[in-house]
């Protein structure tokens, strides 16, 4: 069974730290990885798909890597800001079904 | 240029009546998917249904919910008689294809149920 945690489960950091949030898996054999944000209330916004053919992904001050052999993503937000204070979520899309499997999250808060 | 819209936003039942959540998913999108949150929990996995066709429908509860995806219209997901755990934010999701074509995944604002 599939199992997908994320640490830390929540993160204060004055603005302008660059941080690194993860996630790891049990099951090697996903089709991708995505990450998305959640601000309180609110749906998801998808930041950042990667294949499991593809190493990394990038967009703006976000990067993502992938690697499936050890079963962990990393999320890299460079030089934070208080705009992105929210719940940051990963989840893995399993080969043979169309479930994404999530983690439950990562809490952050980005002070002035 | 809309995306997955749900509708209501926010709903309140008593216990014992009938929740009737929808989803119309981006325009050309035919998958569509529904996942629940619960306080301080994370998502999900309940159903996915293509155009007049359940797909998954493995992490549905067997008694009480339902979902649908018709030809015409939204998807709606139905919780009958309605319990207190019940509580929690639904949210719809759609793609363009399956999961054999790249399949990102765009979410909706989410349903939130209250049941008192």
């Known amino acids: 069974k599939q199992e997908v945690t994320q640490i830390p489960a929540a993160l204060s950091v004055p603005e302008g730290e660059n941080l690194v949030l993860n996630c790891s898996f049990t099951d090697s054999a996903i089709y991708n990885l995505q990450w998305f944000r959640q601000d309180p209330g609110k749906g998801l916004t998808s930041l950042l798909l990667i294949q499991s053919s593809q190493r990394e992904q990038t967009s703006g001050r976000l990067n993502a890597s992938l690697d499936k052999s050890s079963g962990r993503s990393t999320l890299y937000i460079a030089a934070s800001q208080p705009g992105d204070s929210a719940t940051y979520l990963c989840?893995?899309?399993?080969?043979?079904?169309?479930?994404?499997?999530f983690g439950t999250g990562t809490r952050l808060q980005v002070f002035p | 240029n809309a995306g997955v819209m749900q509708n209501p936003r926010h709903l309140v039942r008593r216990r014992g009546q009938e929740a009737r959540l929808r989803c119309s998913p981006v325009k050309g999108h035919s998958h569509v998917y529904w996942y629940r949150q619960l306080p301080e929990e994370g998502l999900k996995f309940m159903v996915y249904l293509q155009k007049e066709n359940i797909i998954d429908e493995s992490g549905m509860p067997k008694e009480r919910f339902s979902a649908e995806f018709p030809k015409e219209g939204p998807s709606i997901l139905r919780i009958q008689q309605v319990v207190r755990g019940d509580s929690a934010a639904y949210f719809c999701?759609?793609?363009?294809?399956?999961?054999?074509?790249?399949?990102?995944?765009?979410f909706g604002e989410g349903s939130r149920l209250t049941v008192l």
């Open positions: 989840a893995v899309r399993l080969y043979n079904t169309d479930k994404l499997i």
């Open positions: 999701a759609s793609s363009p294809n399956s999961q054999g074509a790249g399949g990102e995944l765009f």
